[in-house]
């Protein structure tokens, strides 16, 4: 408790912003802030689009994508949306109505999923195995002719398991499905090349890296069917109309510039030692996800005999931030659909806790937080009628 | 910084009282599982001179209200008649805390159900058995009163959730009046699942929701 410093370990939620993406954000507040228009009106209007061009291009740079490839939206809830309801929309009456989705995905495109569902679309929510992986050869199976797309996350936003999405792509392209794939968390921090991969349609956002939030992208191949089903003005190739967040774009842009190769490695350093730490020096203690295939970023352990939300609330009282899949700390009051997800039951859903490091993360905090959670562990484990006879045995 | 909890919650919270097991105790429960996320035992001691509580400890697997409730309910019955203690409601437990969040009433009951069993258990054992009832739907709609709605912090009875009941030939069917992909239909469906199937005569236990 003497330390009373705040350390921030819920760094796929929201991250804290860069000042120096601030700083590059400024200015198209106060000076530069005029709409993007089209190279006939005046001059700061023909200036903003540049700008928003040049965020653009830095972008689709990072994706290995063509300039026009890539549009500016509000967020990956919004990215997420418009690739399913668009395809949806554009092939729906034309191909089929069959989607494929994994059921560990993110809540935008299972939400999204399960709403096409409810308008006459069949789905089929493709399991995974133990570390988090979709199967491919059923995968394979299960593209019909009818199949108009497959969404499958590139990493998992709770266990961090990074899917092989090029053997996905390819099988995908072979069946002839589009492939959409949600990089939220993946984005700028796990390789992921459009050139060298089959995909489609890519979900990103900024808020994962330290950049604003109410900005994201969706990489969409050209030449790719999507409808656009908000409707307004002709914005972003006409498929997003409203405003264009030029600042929101500008600093998207200087945030992935700032998440270099170096700080993965230093993150990476942060997930191997937490993970590394906790299931040596905490007994009765599972990793959840795959132990390599993972987000730099992210480590993912139940607790045994005890539910997350207590562990949490014990961490929050230390000055840790963390988050859990346990069903109290849930809005809907269920446990992870991710943790059940991979074969985990309650008790492990409800024991989960997520660590997930950002560039302000320090390996001080890494070792703070395995100290205090081994005393919080035991003391709950005190408490808990549960695996109490197995600590008797073996002393 | 408002966390959901009162001073009182987390006092509990970090440092519970009356925890752990009573060797042979006189009577003993378990309420919930670790399916249903929360899970408490219940172990007291009886005079048998005064009829009261004289000694009471719990544990509990569970959230930070459960964990509160289970300390503030051995507090609250110890040294009571067996009476007494029988009457304390989710209520009063909550109140003594200094309120919970509604939200978190479903996990916060489990400890004042396990303190009734606990004396239901301790009566059984000490040959108060009651005759074994065929259930009816006022058995269901009893048992009801204790699934809690988590819109509103209050039982599915008292809400007006419940909309029909329906017993027969050890089946028992029961309608919620709230749309199936309602948020919190999943929850309340699994809560009362638990409450009704353990009831000696059921075999099944349908549960429909209305669109």
């Known amino acids: ?395 | 910084m408002p966390l959901p909890y009162s001073e009182t919650v987390l006092e509990h919270f970090r440092h519970p009282r009356n925890v752990g097991k009573i060797e042979d105790p006189d009577g003993k429960a378990i309420e919930g599982s670790p399916a249903c996320g929360d899970m408490v035992s219940v172990y007291i001691d009886v005079d048998p001179e005064t009829n009261r509580i004289s000694d009471i400890k719990f544990e509990s697997y569970g959230c930070a209200s459960n964990i509160a409730t289970g300390s503030i309910i051995t507090e609250l019955a110890k040294g009571k008649t067996l009476e007494e203690a029988r009457k304390i409601t989710w209520k009063e437990a909550s109140e003594a805390l200094g309120g919970l969040p509604k939200i978190k009433a479903h996990c916060s009951v489990l400890a004042v159900e396990g303190l009734r069993s606990a004396i239901e258990n301790y009566e059984e054992r000490h040959g108060l058995v009651k005759e074994r009832k065929p259930t009816m739907v006022e058995t269901v709609r009893g048992r009801l009163k204790k699934v809690m709605n988590p819109i509103t912090g209050l039982d599915l009875v008292r809400t007006n959730l419940v909309r029909d009941i329906a017993v027969g030939d050890g089946r028992v069917r029961v309608v919620v009046d709230l749309p199936a992909g309602h948020q919190f239909a999943p929850v309340i469906k699994q809560e009362i699942l638990e409450k009704i199937e353990p009831l000696w005569d059921v075999s099944e236990v349908v549960v429909e929701f209305t669109e």
């Open chain 1, 1 to 395: 408790m003497s330390d009373r410093r705040q350390v921030y370990l819920d760094n796929s939620a929201a991250t804290r912003l860069d000042e120096r993406v601030l700083e590059a954000m400024k200015p198209y507040f106060f000076d530069k802030y005029a709409v993007a228009t089209s190279e006939f009106a005046y001059s700061q209007g023909i200036e903003a689009r540049e700008v928003l061009d040049g965020a653009r291009e830095a972008l689709a740079a990072a994706l290995g994508a063509a300039p026009g490839e890539l549009v500016f939206t509000s967020g990956s809830t919004e990215s997420s949306n418009i690739a399913l309801k668009g395809v949806a929309l554009a092939l729906g009456s034309r191909k089929g109505k069959h989607i494929i989705v994994s059921e560990i995905e993110d809540f935008p495109v299972l939400n999204s999923a399960r709403a096409l569902e409810k308008q006459g679309f069949q789905v089929t929510y493709l399991d995974v195995d133990g570390d988090g992986f979709v199967d491919l050869d059923k995968l394979r199976d299960s593209i019909m002719d009818e199949t108009i797309l497959v969404s499958i996350q590139h990493a998992n936003q709770e266990i961090g398991t990074v899917q092989d999405i090029a053997a996905v792509g390819r099988i995908c392209r072979k069946k002839g499905a589009l492939f959409h794939t949600d990089a939220t968390h993946s984005f700028a921090r796990a390789p992921l090349d459009v050139g060298s991969i089959p995909v489609d349609l890519v979900t990103v956002s900024a808020h994962t890296i330290h950049g604003p939030r109410g900005i994201g992208g969706l990489y969409v191949r050209q030449g790719t069917r999507i409808a656009k089903w908000m409707d307004g003005g002709f914005q972003e190739f006409d498929l997003r109309a409203g405003l264009e967040n030029i600042a929101g774009a500008v600093g998207f842009a200087k945030a992935v510039e700032l998440a270099t190769p170096e700080e993965t490695e230093r993150l990476q350093a942060m997930r191997d030692r937490i993970i590394d730490r906790i299931l040596a020096e905490i007994s009765d203690t599972t990793l959840n996800g795959h132990r390599w295939k993972r987000l730099p970023q992210n480590a993912n352990i139940s607790f045994h005999f005890i539910e997350g939300e207590s562990i949490t609330l014990h961490l929050d009282m230390h000055g840790f931030a963390v988050s859990t899949g346990s069903a109290c700390f849930s809005r809907s009051l269920e446990g992870s659909h991710v943790i059940f997800g991979i074969g985990g039951d309650h008790e492990r859903a409800h024991g989960s806790i997520r660590f997930t490091f950002g560039r302000y993360n320090t390996m001080q905090d890494v070792d703070a937080v395995v100290d205090t959670l081994a005393d919080v562990v035991q003391e709950l484990r005190n408490i808990s009628p549960l695996g109490k006879d197995k600590a008797t045995e073996e002393g």
